[in-house]
């Protein structure tokens, strides 16, 4: 068993390298990952400052900021995965991995470290930058904080996987993650929380994917959630994360589309 834990993580790290070493190639798509996030921060905060927190009970810098985490898991992980799972296969990349040793879950793993860890190394930046430049008070529950980042990683990298199935090449991933992306900066709250709109609205907008990893890591940073709130913001993370994987079980493509 210790073999086979060792030969595993070995595996990831070689998927890893190896995947490393396409982003930082690929300067367009390094570019999106280290830089856009950022800047969109920026020019959110800029747009919000008009805005009256009212009940919300928000400054604009800490919906810019905890907002920022969202654009982070949405732009590093979930688009930049899309063109990676889809440029692999249709390099024939992952048809070859699958004739090693890597396991499926393992080739698909490897393949998303380099984003998970540029996505956890812009987060702390993030905390850390906001508490610096900006005065947004520490986190005050920080494992609550750490759990939503990487449940969002989790959720954001399956959707990603799952959004390539249907992605004929890397120029239309482009196209393909349009509906996540916008649906999640809308409605998720990543910057207006749900408690500014609409009664209706904001009861339609719990129910979308990112809207509970959003309450978590706002609660995590924030403060004020109660353990009601808590567990269903849990419960829409998980059962989003499920039907991801079940969608990637079902639909996701290990051979170029013809």
Same mark, same amino acid.
């Given at each position: 068993?210790?073999?086979?834990?060792?030969?595993?993580?070995?595996?990831?790290?070689?998927?890893?390298?190896?995947?490393?070493?396409?982003?930082?190639?690929?300067?367009?798509?390094?570019?999106?990952?280290?830089?856009?996030?950022?800047?969109?921060?920026?020019?959110?905060?800029?747009?919000?400052?008009?805005?009256?927190?009212?009940?919300?009970?928000?400054?604009?810098?800490?919906?810019?900021?905890?907002?920022?985490?969202?654009?982070?898991?949405?732009?590093?992980?979930?688009?930049?995965?899309?063109?990676?799972?889809?440029?692999?296969?249709?390099?024939?990349?992952?048809?070859? #991995?699958?004739?090693?040793? %890597?396991? +499926?879950?393992?080739?698909? *793993?490897?393949? =998303? /470290?380099?984003?998970? $860890? !540029?996505?956890?190394?812009?987060?702390?930046?993030?905390?850390?930058?906001?508490?610096?430049?900006?005065?947004?008070?520490?986190?005050?529950?920080?494992?609550?904080?750490?759990?939503?980042?990487?449940?969002?990683?989790?959720?954001?990298?399956?959707?990603?996987?799952?959004?390539?199935?249907?992605?004929?090449?890397?120029?239309?991933?482009?196209?393909?993650?349009?509906?996540?992306?916008?649906?999640?900066?809308?409605?998720?709250?990543?910057?207006?929380?749900?408690?500014?709109?609409?009664?209706?609205?904001?009861?339609?907008?719990?129910?979308?994917?990112?809207?509970?990893?959003?309450?978590?890591?706002?609660?995590?940073? #924030?403060?004020?959630?109660? %353990?009601? +709130?808590?567990?269903?913001? *849990?419960?829409? =993370? /998980?059962?989003?994360? $499920? !039907?991801?994987?079940?969608?990637?079980?079902?639909?996701?493509?290990?051979?170029?589309?013809?």
């Amino acid at each position: 068993m210790r073999t086979q834990e060792v030969g595993a993580s070995g595996r990831l790290k070689a998927l890893g390298r190896a995947e490393l070493t396409l982003l930082v190639r690929n300067r367009s798509a390094l570019f999106v990952a280290l830089f856009v996030p950022v800047a969109m921060i920026g020019a959110i905060k800029v747009s919000l400052d008009p805005w009256d927190p009212g009940e919300t009970g928000m400054s604009v810098a800490e919906a810019a900021m905890t907002g920022g985490i969202g654009m982070t898991l949405i732009l590093v992980v979930y688009s930049n995965l899309v063109s990676a799972y889809t440029a692999r296969r249709e390099a024939l990349v992952l048809k070859r #991995l699958r004739t090693g040793e %890597a396991t +499926d879950p393992e080739i698909l *793993t490897g393949i =998303a /470290l380099p984003a998970a $860890v !540029l996505t956890l190394a812009q987060c702390a930046l993030m905390v850390v930058a906001g508490a610096v430049l900006l005065g947004v008070k520490a986190p005050e529950r920080p494992e609550l904080l750490l759990s939503g980042v990487l449940s969002g990683m989790v959720l954001m990298t399956a959707l990603a996987a799952a959004t390539s199935a249907y992605t004929r090449t890397v120029e239309s991933a482009q196209i393909t993650t349009l509906p996540v992306f916008l649906v999640s900066m809308i409605g998720s709250g990543p910057f207006v929380p749900l408690e500014a709109l609409p009664q209706k609205v904001a009861s339609v907008c719990e129910l979308l994917p990112l809207t509970g990893v959003m309450q978590l890591v706002r609660a995590g940073w #924030l403060g004020g959630a109660g %353990a009601s +709130d808590l567990l269903l913001a *849990t419960l829409n =993370a /998980l059962v989003w994360t $499920v !039907l991801a994987v079940f969608a990637v079980q079902r639909w996701f493509r290990w051979e170029p589309r013809r």
